[in-house]
């Protein structure tokens, strides 16, 4: 029901925009904080950035603060996330994840996830 996509191989410093659609009758994501994870070679799943549905409110990772930017589209049914001035340590696969509402931390607390896509950045 979700689907991550726009990764790909970048030079640091470079950009990406992220996407993560919805699709299947009835699953809207007006209703669902969305959050992006990654995970690198080698180390733990990471959350990276949230956007809740109820407000809108945005959370970021300290890693990524500054450089990326979480936004959606509900008549698209779509969350993006903007990459920019990337790093190699930002080289993972990014997947997207919802559940109703409010961001929390933790992928246990996430029901619907998506497939990765991979971001490797690299000269």
């Known amino acids: 029901q979700l689907q991550a996509s726009g990764g790909g191989l970048v030079q640091p410093g470079g950009s990406l925009r992220l996407s993560c659609a919805a699709s299947?009758?009835?699953?809207?994501?007006?209703?669902?904080?969305i959050t992006w994870f990654r995970r690198a070679p080698g180390k733990e799943r990471e959350g990276v950035s949230c956007?809740?549905?109820?407000?809108?409110?945005?959370y970021y990772g300290d890693s990524v603060k500054g450089r990326f930017t979480i936004s959606r589209d509900n008549a698209k049914n779509t969350v993006y996330l903007q990459t920019d001035s990337l790093k190699p340590e930002d080289t993972a696969i990014y997947s997207c994840?919802?559940?109703?509402?409010?961001?929390?931390?933790?992928?246990?607390?996430?029901?619907?996830w998506g497939q990765g896509t991979q971001v490797t950045v690299s000269s």
């Open positions: 956007i809740s549905s109820s407000d809108g409110s945005k």
């Open positions: 994840a919802a559940r109703p509402f409010w961001c929390a931390p933790g992928g246990d607390k996430y029901a619907y």
């Open positions: 299947g009758s009835g699953f809207s994501l007006d209703y669902y904080a």
